[in-house]
């Protein structure tokens, strides 16, 4: 089992900067691609940047290419979504999301998620 941990949300205003951590508890964080997703109410989760577990490499969302980065510490089981020149867009619930030893873009094949941080960005 892994339990997962969001922090880091808040209200900015357009053009500014926000990182959220994402803190694991249980064993072989290695083992997990981490990803971030986001979700605004009525509307299916989308994904928005994933770290793999085997070659700890990236995927991003068009939408937030060239503006967020996803990194993950192992040492401290956390992953960590930069968000920069944030947009009214960008405002929804950000979820934290491990799989087991698999990479996706599609919220059904993570196993486990955290609770979520609101993050809202005015205009």
């Known amino acids: 089992q892994v339990q997962l941990v969001e922090s880091g949300g808040g209200l900015v205003q357009a053009g500014g900067s926000l990182r959220l951590s994402c803190t694991a508890s249980g064993r072989a964080f290695s083992d997990y691609t981490m990803a971030w997703l986001r979700q605004v109410a009525g509307k299916a989760r989308e994904f928005v940047a994933l770290t793999r577990w085997n070659t700890d490499s990236a995927d991003y969302a068009d939408s937030v290419k060239g503006r967020f980065t996803i990194s993950r510490d192992n040492a401290k089981n956390t992953v960590y979504l930069q968000m920069n020149s944030l947009k009214p867009e960008d405002t929804a619930v950000y979820y934290c999301?491990?799989?087991?030893?698999?990479?996706?873009?599609?919220?059904?094949?993570?196993?486990?998620w955290g609770q979520g941080t609101q993050v809202t960005v005015s205009s």
């Open positions: 999301a491990a799989a087991l030893r698999y990479s996706s873009r599609y919220y059904y094949n993570y196993n486990y």
